[in-house]
């Protein structure tokens, strides 16, 4: 079937650290692999996306790229504010929907 | 673009009571998803609908659930006889169709059952 794994626990980290949050992904054929975010009180919010291996999603700093060889999108931000406190769900659509399976998610907690 | 809306935001009701949530999605999306999301757990698919048919429940959807999407514009999600492990946060997306096109998500009914 097809499942997405993040890392355990939440995360918390100074301001300006550097940010990973894992994912790898468990999928028949090709799927379209998504990072979304939920700020405290507001719904989930798209942040980036891949479509094909080797693709490299981009958005408000935040970058992960498509690895089908170790069947991974890792999140990554280089230098993290407190306003990216949030949950960060990683999810994916099988090849030919677009239905997400979504992963349990990473609370991030930025401190000043 | 007023996004995908939900109402209501939050329902307490007792077990055993009907609830009905209604969700309007983003006006051009021909697609509508309903998911459902507990707490620390990433959103499970329940249901979706392209236009007015809907083309696919999860087996999370018991029999007490149901969908409707009479007009394919807004839908709403009725769960029946209620029960406290029904509790959760209910999620509505819409999307255009196709492969490659992103959910657009509301910002939820949150369910109490007690």
């Known amino acids: 079937g097809n499942s997405v794994t993040q890392m355990e626990g939440p995360v918390t980290l100074s301001e300006e650290a550097f940010l990973t949050i894992n994912c790898t992904y468990t999928a028949t054929g090709y799927p379209s692999l998504f990072w979304y975010v939920q700020y405290p009180g507001e719904g989930l919010q798209l942040l980036l996306k891949a479509t094909k291996a080797d693709d490299k999603g981009s958005n408000k700093g935040f970058e992960a790229t498509y690895r089908k060889e170790t069947t991974s999108f890792h999140l990554e931000k280089g230098s993290v504010q407190v306003s990216d406190s949030a949950v960060y769900f990683c999810?994916?659509?099988?090849?030919?929907?677009?239905?997400?399976?979504f992963g349990k998610g990473n609370q991030v907690v930025v401190i000043p | 673009d007023t996004g995908v809306s939900q109402d209501p935001r939050h329902k307490i009701t007792k077990r055993g009571q009907n609830v009905t949530f209604r969700c309007d999605p983003i006006s051009e999306h021909n697609r509508l998803y309903w998911y459902r999301q507990t707490l620390g757990q990433g959103p499970e698919f329940l249901t979706y609908f392209q236009n007015e048919a809907q083309l696919e429940k999860s087996r999370l959807l018991s029999n007490r659930f149901s969908a409707e999407r009479p007009k394919g514009s807004f839908s709403t999600l009725e769960i029946q006889r209620t029960e406290q492990g029904d509790s959760a946060m209910y999620l509505c997306?819409?999307?255009?169709?196709?492969?490659?096109?992103?959910?657009?998500f509301g910002n939820g009914t949150r369910l109490t059952v007690t």
């Open positions: 999810a994916l659509t099988p090849y030919g929907n677009n239905r997400l399976a």
């Open positions: 997306a819409s999307s255009l169709e196709g492969a490659n096109s992103p959910l657009h």
